[in-house]
């Protein structure tokens, strides 16, 4: 069984439109995350969950709006896609409000066109 | 910002010798972590080290952790192939009552067969 799993895989999409990715994680983690990683690698954290609750947002546009609906799953929405918006983006778990180990999903590669 | 700051960027050697990858970091931490990234995948957790500790061993993984200096490093010994990916080292600050897991830039490493 996968322990963290987001879809999709893959997303192409035109600008302006909305789109959502799904995350599911079976560990029995209380924290889940969203990181945006960009063609440099470079991984940023978007938001992070407890228990359902938001402890994190970073300096996110809210045309992203995460939704914990229980503390196994983190949606991520995203309004009126901009080419900026092109990435992988990965839904994480982990232990301890944070403090331990983060278990990763496959990442969704986003591409708006 | 990024909290860690990966030293070399890049890095290529050979099978059979070790690698050496730094990592420095700014503000104080909770614990310290170091993830591989193969190519088109998500992170995998190699190992932790907390911020009373100075060094710990996982097989052919050796981190050590200096908190005056702020650094921290990961050593891989006798590489394989199999070890080519990015390596980023990520710090666990406490923001109240939970964390926050912050990446490095990261580091690429090459082994040469």
């Known amino acids: 069984d996968t322990a963290v799993s987001q879809t999709p895989k893959y997303l192409v999409t035109q600008m302006g439109n909305d789109k959502s990715i799904k995350c599911e994680q079976n560990?029995?983690?209380?924290?889940m995350y969203w990181y945006k990683q960009d063609s440099k690698k470079f991984l940023k954290i978007m938001f992070s969950?407890?228990?359902?609750?938001?402890?994190i947002n970073e300096t996110v546009p809210n045309r992203f709006s995460p939704k914990s609906p229980d503390k196994a799953h983190l949606n991520l929405h995203i309004n009126s896609l901009e080419l900026g918006d092109s990435a992988v983006y990965f839904c994480?778990?982990?232990?301890?409000?944070?403090?331990?180990?983060?278990?990763f999903g496959q990442g969704t590669r986003l591409t708006v066109v | 910002s990024q909290q860690g700051e990966e030293d070399p960027q890049a890095l290529s050697i050979q099978e059979g010798e070790n690698a050496t990858m730094n990592c420095s970091y700014k503000?104080?931490?909770?614990?310290l972590q170091w993830y591989r990234q193969n190519s088109g995948r998500g992170l995998v957790h190699l190992i932790l080290?907390?911020?009373?500790?100075r060094e710990k061993h996982s097989g052919r993984l050796r981190v050590t952790l200096d908190t005056s200096k702020k650094s921290s490093s990961l050593l891989i010994t006798a590489s394989r192939a199999a070890d080519t990916a990015s390596y980023f080292c990520?710090?666990?600050?406490?923001?109240?009552?939970?964390?926050?897991?912050?990446f490095g830039k990261g580091i690429t490493l090459s082994v040469r067969p």
């Open positions: 560990l029995g983690h209380d924290t």
């Open positions: 503000t104080s931490i909770n614990n």
């Open positions: 994480a778990s982990s232990q301890r409000r944070g403090a331990g180990e983060a278990f």
């Open positions: 969950y407890n228990n359902k609750e938001l402890i």
């Open positions: 080290i907390r911020s009373n500790e």
């Open positions: 990520a710090t666990v600050q406490s923001t109240g009552a939970n964390s926050k897991l912050t």
